[in-house]
């Protein structure tokens, strides 16, 4: 095991858009998903405290928003749709709050422009529909729905061409302005994109090479000997500085009476000659080690936790030995999910047959293929009901011995049948698999941000799956079962039939789902 990331302080106020810059494997990531609660393996250590106060789980939740690197929604639900439903699982209050969430969904549509594109399908790969940066911007709107006070972003212009990714930060920034602090990791971002940030955070090697306002990173350089040439973007100025090893000139020699051979005088502030022997990088964090500014954030950071910086704002929430640090204002704040069980089951299970049903492949995978196959099997055993069951006797057989004969044929067919037709109830759920594959990123996106138990998205599965199951059985059951010969052609014999189908349809979809649960996302 080897350290992702060095010791650092940081904070920040509200209303801020920070920049997380840095070379790739420098621990960017790594430190977004422990800020946003979002990382469960590996050990971390400090303190991450708001107003003051230590970071609670399921308020936290409520109150910050983290947005993936990759889109993860439904290509057949509209923009509003899409947001829609985020807002009824993640927002509290029933039936009496469908005001306030439309309200909601209207604010963050018009925040991100997506007036346009609102009644649209969200499309993807397999079909038409919005623009990656439109996409990119509604992944942004299913976290905002819920208002969140910090919003952190895992690169979110990747992927994107030049200008979807200037509209995308613009929107970030007048975010930032409305009163969120926005933390935002982008690899190397173009001037106009860079400086619509106000704070830079540099990381290189998991260790801190600057935390402080973009506009000043030029003159800090300087103060460290790198000098940022004139016309250089400084967002990628900054990054390959990160990634460069190689050493500055040694300094100037000096004469035998002290002075600077080349005659310049020396500088206060100017490095010395053990910091320009090191690398840029090592320079770059060493520097910040002993700067300044590094002193005051330590020390700014202190006063936070002891609650004595002046101008502190009140806590977020009291503090009682119930919330281990964090109270909410109301009971439904506290709660780890904003709906209750039956409610989430109810809203998922909605939204997942108004994105099926609308889905081409929902239906071939389940009408489609399942039908053609129960009728190659139907008219496989139609020969059955032929008047002697397709034996032809031939001379020295008697009547007995061709009774015999056709019911051993027929009772050796039926099993046949009831064999061949079984096993495709359990085979034909296959299709499943691609459902549910689909549906694992925004599973686990929509699961962290504590929008449902995974109990809630079990069950809601189970019942979707026994109902298909029923379903099945009742379609292609009546279009199966009388195409053979029927020895005893009774209701509760047919009855029984369906029910021994639909057992196995759910169960070939549990095995399914077990299946695709052992797939990685």
């Not at 399921?58 to 983290?66: D, V």
């Not at 190397?188 to 090479?209: E, H, K, N, W, Y």
């Not at 320079?283 to 910086?309: I, K, M, P, Y």
């Not at 039926?414 to 990123?441: D, N, P, W």
Request: positive net charge; charged residues 20%; contains cysteine.
């Amino acid at each position: 095991m080897y350290p992702v990331i060095g010791r650092f302080h940081a904070y920040r106020r509200r209303a801020t858009c920070i920049l997380h810059q840095g070379p790739s494997g420098c621990g960017k990531s790594t430190l977004l998903d422990v800020l946003a609660d979002r990382k469960n393996t590996g050990f971390s250590a400090g303190s991450i405290l708001i107003n003051g106060m230590p970071r609670g789980g399921a308020y936290f939740k409520r109150i910050a928003a983290y947005v993936m690197q990759f889109d993860a929604l439904f290509e057949t639900l509209t923009v509003r749709e899409m947001l829609t439903y985020t807002a009824e699982l993640r927002l509290p209050g029933g039936p009496e709050a469908i005001n306030e969430k439309a309200a909601a969904v209207e604010k963050v549509i018009k925040d991100l422009d997506l007036s346009k594109v609102a009644d649209t399908r969200i499309g993807g790969a397999s079909r038409r529909g919005i623009s990656g940066g439109q996409a990119r911007r509604v992944t942004v709107g299913v976290e905002l729905v819920t208002s969140p006070s910090v919003l952190f972003l895992d690169e979110p212009t990747t992927g994107l061409d030049a200008y979807s990714s200037l509209l995308l930060v613009r929107a970030l920034r007048r975010l930032a302005d409305t009163g969120r602090t926005i933390l935002c990791t982008i690899h190397q971002p173009r001037s106009d994109i860079f400086a619509l940030f106000d704070t830079l955070l540099l990381m290189a090697a998991g260790r801190v090479g600057y935390f402080g306002p973009t506009a000043t990173i030029g003159p800090y350089l300087s103060t460290l000997g790198i000098h940022l040439p004139e016309g250089t973007n400084p967002a990628d100025f900054v990054v390959d500085l990160t990634y460069a090893k190689e050493t500055l000139p040694p300094p100037a020699a000096a004469s035998p009476d002290g002075s600077k051979a080349d005659g310049a005088a020396a500088q206060e502030g100017a490095p010395s000659a053990d910091e320009l022997a090191l690398s840029d990088v090592d320079r770059l964090v060493h520097g910040w080690l002993v700067s300044a500014r590094a002193r005051e954030l330590a020390t700014t950071c202190d006063q936070l936790a002891a609650r004595v910086l002046p101008g502190m704002p009140p806590p977020v929430l009291p503090q009682t030995s119930s919330s281990r640090g964090l109270l909410s204002k109301t009971d439904s704040m506290m709660r780890a999910k904003a709906r209750p069980l039956f409610s989430q089951i109810a809203i998922l299970t909605r939204r997942a047959y108004a994105k099926g049903l609308r889905d081409p492949d929902f239906w071939y995978r389940m009408i489609t293929i399942p039908l053609l196959q129960f009728v190659f099997y139907a008219l496989l055993f139609a020969w059955t009901r032929s008047p002697d069951g397709g034996f032809v006797p031939y001379a020295g057989w008697n009547d007995v011995d061709s009774q015999y004969i056709l019911l051993s044929q027929l009772i050796s067919a039926k099993r046949s049948f009831l064999f061949q037709v079984l096993t495709a109830a359990i085979i034909t759920e296959t299709g499943v698999l691609a459902e549910a594959y689909t549906e694992q990123r925004a599973f686990r996106r929509e699961h962290a941000a504590g929008a449902y138990s995974a109990a809630a998205y079990h069950i809601q599965w189970a019942v979707r799956l026994m109902a298909q199951g029923l379903w099945k059985a009742l379609f292609f059951g009546s279009i199966v079962y009388w195409f053979p010969f029927q020895f005893q052609p009774a209701f509760s014999k047919f009855v029984y039939f369906l029910a021994n189908f639909a057992l196995l349809s759910s169960t070939g979809s549990a095995f399914s789902l077990l299946m695709i649960s052992f797939v990685p996302d």
